[in-house]
């Protein structure tokens, strides 16, 4: 074994591999400093919720605490890999002396401790209350992205059949909504078409808005190992900013933020042109070229060149690395997911591979990935708005069929207009109509956008705010009742990364004090609530997950995501298992739509797609009669330019991201003294010549303000391209007194209420702002110099602090001599290394 600091080297130890090779087995582990493997009690088996990718492994107990995390080798997904923060905030996330554990109320304006029954009457009363006075529609719900699928599910079936009220989504809107959309105009339902294991055999690899180094590090790692093969796969980058995929790129794309459909239009318009399609699949497996083809028609490389500000030349080559590569690999995220036409350009992307027929080989995929590890799951059982099993709620045979399941009057089912999105739940309680919500594992009062707005909405009085969660949030700080909730190795489910694959995660120890799991709280909730069937039994009669996870695979029958097939013991193996997983895959799929027959027939699909620009439903009636037949559709929209427009006032663009080392509002790893270390408080990044012309050095504290408001952080003077502002979307207030204070350093504090008009997704990376200098540095900024964020090549910067992250930074590595695991072989029972 290797001792590495995975702080200073995130993606760890190379392991190179060749074209349809397996990626070699490297088994990362990180133990708490003063424990030996032979002190280790037990490895409980589970996968890492701190990005989308879910590697994986194997917790750590030694006298009822967890200790100690590593990788699975034998897992499909990671082959033993960890990242960063899967390393150093997994279990230290969950064993704060922050957690909550008991509780909480409001009483005289006070949050005070109270035990669970007077808690859960607090709520029930007003929620019955509220039925009783308004209806359904005075209930509103917001999730997560990273309960389990059996909590999503039971949460689902509560709002539809219990309260019947359509006024429910997750903070999914906020980071892949767009993923759900552009795979249902397109495919007719959601589901990756690729897999992980098409880095493995591609000839070229595009990243659309995707800094995967930082989102995704062991999929970053998995790409690395191939770029040095002794065969590389080309590498296409879309992203204003010098990020790592960057670096590596032979042709990086720094567009302006907010031109994204300009690009995607020319590689079309390149792809047509060259003659580079195959017409043969066109033809057999698509509908829409023709106007596709004239939608894209005038947007020449010079065209979309003149509109994103880069060269004629690598659009053209771009499209040709496209056009010509045998195997073509293509993810995106929120780069496209949060900027303007956000699914048009998506869509764009799977249209690249339609017009090369290049879907369902080794190779050749599209991911259109996820931010979060289970986000998949909230999609897939109906906890963000939409129907569970990828139902489609404009399909009266759909909403029969869940009545059915479920024993309910199809009226009950909310689907008479489209499902509530976040951004208008939150809308409709500013205005008054909802007057209950209840939120779950997230934190809008950072993550939302334009934040004083949200702030003021959460503290409005007659709001009944609801809040579970592991800590007092800066939302938790503003509700009315705080109940909380186990984590991460505390309880018992399931959940499905980016690529379909579904892991089982164990309990491994008891969650602190009185916390209890999402699935408890949702059943006591529909039990006291007295949710029952027309036959007069209970509507949620689980007593666990395993119930719940049952129930599911019932509702999950037939439809595209069929889990049938899966079940706990089978997931206690050495694998997760990608759905679908039914009789007629009794395996899981690897990869979807090599026969080339697509969910689009409308008896079947989730969606009979929209208008990409205005967001009107193409509705039951036009959508048969197009005729799909099992045929995808290219679907095409123009270019129009963002909203908000820099200007004399506010010149420069704003736009938002992630690093490393952090997740989210910081909730887990902010409470990890290496994470913390490696980047401990907000920054901006603008590039050399805006900076030199502003008067602004490296570190100097500064002011970026938009018509929304504003924050005050150290700048870091980085290679993000000229007339762009980035600014990193964690660092909220929950260790600053959960205020904003005199320096606001929100990312969100600036950000505008508009989304897509298909995903609903909020526009995070388009917004106007002016910089200004209020404070000379007391040193280099705060922000990594590992990453995206590191310095410009040209600045004269001392590291903010040393390149290694201490003791309690170092992992072991062991590169491991056994064979790869590979589809199906590696789906088999056994625990780590074929262990019981």
Known sequence: ?????????????????????????????????????????????????????????????????????????????????????????????????????????????????????????????????????????????????????????????????????????????????????????????????????????????????????????????????????????????????????????????????????????????????????????????????????????PWTAEAAAAVCDVSAADIREAARIFGTSPRVLSTVLQGFYQSTQATAASCQVNNLHLLRGLLGRPGCGILQMNGQPTAQNNRECGADGDLPGFRNWENPAHIAELAALWDVDPLTIPHWAPPTHAMQIFRYAEQGSIEFIWISATNPAVSMPELPRIRDILAKPDLFLVVQDLYLTETAQAADVVLPAAGWGEKTGTFTNADRTVHLSDKAVEPPGEARSDLAIFLDYARRMGFTTLGGEALLPWTGPEDAFEAWKECSRGRPCDYTGITYDRLRGSSG????????????????????????????????????????????????????????????????????????????????????????????????????????????????????????????????????????????????????VFAPFHYGYWDRSGVPGEHPTAANELTITEWDPVSKQPVFKNAAVQVEKIGDAAGPAPAPTTTASRPAAAGELTPARPTVGGTDAAATEHISAAPPPRFPEAIRHGGQDGTP
Not at 2 to 10: G, S
Not at 139 to 158: D, I, P, R
Not at 191 to 215: K, V
Not at 671 to 679: D, G, W
Request: hydrophobic content about 35%.
């Open 1 to 297: 074994m290797t001792v590495v600091d995975r702080i200073a080297e995130i993606w760890g130890t190379r392991t190179a591999y060749s074209k349809d090779g397996l990626w070699p087995v490297r088994v990362d582990q990180a133990l708490a400093e003063g424990v030996a493997e032979d002190d280790i009690e037990q490895w409980v088996q589970s996968a890492c919720v701190l990005c989308s990718n879910g590697c994986a492994c194997d917790i750590a107990v030694k006298d009822g605490a967890m200790v100690g995390i590593r990788g699975r080798a034998s897992d499909l997904v990671n082959h033993g890999r960890l990242g960063p923060k899967g390393l150093f905030a997994s279990w230290q996330g969950m064993s704060h002396k922050d957690r909550l554990t008991r509780p909480l109320i409001r009483e005289n304006g006070k949050l005070v401790e109270c035990d669970w029954d007077t808690a859960m009457n607090r709520i029930t009363e007003r929620s019955r209350q509220l039925l009783r006075d308004r209806g359904p529609l005075s209930h509103g719900f917001y999730t997560s992205g990273q309960l389990f699928l059996e909590e999503y599910y039971a949460l689902a079936v509560l709002g539809k059949a219990g309260i019947g009220t359509p006024h429910m989504d997750g903070n999914t809107r906020l980071c892949t909504a767009t993923a759900a959309a552009a795979l249902k105009e397109s495919f007719g339902a959601d589901g990756q078409p690729g897999t992980y294991a098409d880095i493995d055999s591609c000839d070229a690899i595009f990243l659309y808005g995707h800094n995967m180094a930082e989102t995704q590090t062991v999929l970053w790692s998995r790409m690395l190992d191939r770029i040095a093969g002794p065969d590389r796969p080309k590498l296409v980058c879309v992203d204003p900013r010098e990020t790592e995929v960057a670096r590596y790129a032979d042709v990086h794309l720094a567009v302006r933020p907010g031109t994204n459909l300009a690009l995607m239009n020319a590689l079309v318009h390149e792809i047509l042109a060259n003659g580079w399609l195959d017409e043969e699949y066109v033809h057999a497996h698509t509908l829409g070229l023709e106007e596709l083809s004239a939608t894209v028609g």
């Open 577 to 724: 298992i990608q759905w679908p997983c039914n009789d007629e895959n009794p395996v899981g799929r690897e990869r979807l739509y090599g026969d080339g027959l697509f969910p689009t027939d409308p008896e079947y699909c989730e969606s009979y797609g929209h208008d990409l620009l205005t967001g009107a439903t193409v509705g039951a009636e036009p959508f048969r009669a197009r005729a799909p037949g099992g045929r995808a559709i290219l679907k095409a929209a123009d270019y129009h330019p963002p909203h908000e427009e820099p200007d004399g006032q506010y010149p420069f663009r704003y736009t938002t991201g992630r690093t490393a080392y952090h997740f989210h509002t910081r909730t887990k790893t902010g409470r990890s003294r290496p994470l913390t270390r490696a980047a401990p408080s907000a920054w901006v990044e603008l590039g050399p010549d805006d900076a030199e012309r502003l008067g602004i050095r490296e570190g100097d504290l500064v002011r970026v303000t938009s018509r929304r408001g504003r924050i005050e952080v150290p700048a870091r003077i980085s290679d993000i391209r000229s007339g762009t």
